[in-house]
């Protein structure tokens, strides 16, 4: 079954007064963690509530994981419950970078059974179709309905050192070329990728106004890709998070993306880290 995946400013207008609708800002930024909240507050689409990347979508970093983790099944319904999210909820999710933060809260939802969509354009588009922005903080109406949280579609880095010997999967990894090549790494401590990984980096994925491109363009350009892996694929990325853009890019165009590894660069560089280390020992 086909997957929700965009709605265009528009529609998202058009549905505002739906009672089951809950709208989530996600803007984030990895330099500075509080930013989401402080744009957030300034302005935002009405009814919007704030939801937090690296605390409420992500659980805390450890040594053997990457930077954003996925929380525990039964603290994410526990978010999902104090966002007033149910089984019946309309969620649309957006931020400033053209889905690739809200991809993150897309992909973790959508996996649960939820109806949920990217705004196509995010913020901007809201913006440049002239639609009323409010500014303080929205209080979400918590629901005691609870669902059950899994990650069927959550590969981990045992997976991904298995497959070495097994091959059951292709890497394609969504940072940029250059930190693909290992140059300009400023985010880890080990620049490069995973062994065999390919790379198509999420922006690819979105035209020159910052909208995705049509499912047309984007089934046409991964089709070329796809000619040459004959294994399903596994995204990732730097930490997990615009890898699921590509997953959402491939459910737009009508084609099946479902599987991240999570963990992603941050976390295989911390592998790499300790095999030195205990080489040197």
């Given amino acids: 079954m086909a997957l929700p ?6 529609q998202l207008q058009d549905m505002l007064e739906q009672e089951d609708l809950v ?35 992500a659980s805390t970093e450890t040594n053997l994981t990457g930077r954003h983790p996925l929380p525990e099944p039964d603290t994410l319904s526990q978010t999902l419950a104090s966002l007033g999210i149910t089984n019946n909820s309309q969620v649309v999710v957006y931020d400033d970078m053209s889905g690739a933060m809200a991809a993150r809260a897309w992909w973790m939802l959508v996996q649960q059974g939820i109806q949920v969509y990217v705004l196509d354009g995010g913020f901007a588009a809201w913006e440049s179709a002239g639609y009323l922005i409010e500014s303080g903080e929205n209080l979400a109406t918590p629901t005691e309905h609870r669902i059950k949280v899994s990650y069927p ?58 909208f995705m491109k049509s499912p047309a363009e984007l089934q046409d350009e991964w089709s070329r890709l796809l000619q040459h892996i004959e294994k399903p694929i596994v995204y990732y990325c730097g930490s997990g998070v615009t890898a699921c853009h590509n997953v959402l890019a491939m459910n737009y165009a009508g084609l099946e993306a479902k599987h991240v590894f999570v963990g992603s660069w941050s976390q295989w560089a911390k592998r790499m880290l300790r095999k030195l280390e205990e080489s040197d020992a």
């Avoid at 995946?5 to 528009?10: D, E, F, K, R, Y």
Wanted: proline residues 3%; charged residues 25%.
């Fill in 5 to 10: 995946t965009m709605v265009s400013a528009t």
């Fill in 23 to 57: 709208i989530l800002d996600s803007r984030f930024y990895l330099t500075d963690l509080k930013k989401g909240y402080e744009v957030y507050k300034f302005g935002h689409i009405p009814g919007a509530l704030f939801v937090d990347l690296h605390h409420q979508l």
């Fill in 153 to 210: 579609w959550l590969v981990s880095e045992d997976d991904v050192v298995a497959n070495f010997e097994v091959e059951r999967f292709q890497l394609l990894d969504a940072r940029s070329e250059d930190r693909f090549n290992g140059l300009n790494e400023t985010m880890d401590p080990v620049a490069g990728h995973i062994p065999g990984a390919m790379n198509r980096c999420f922006t690819e994925n979105l035209n020159a106004e910052g």
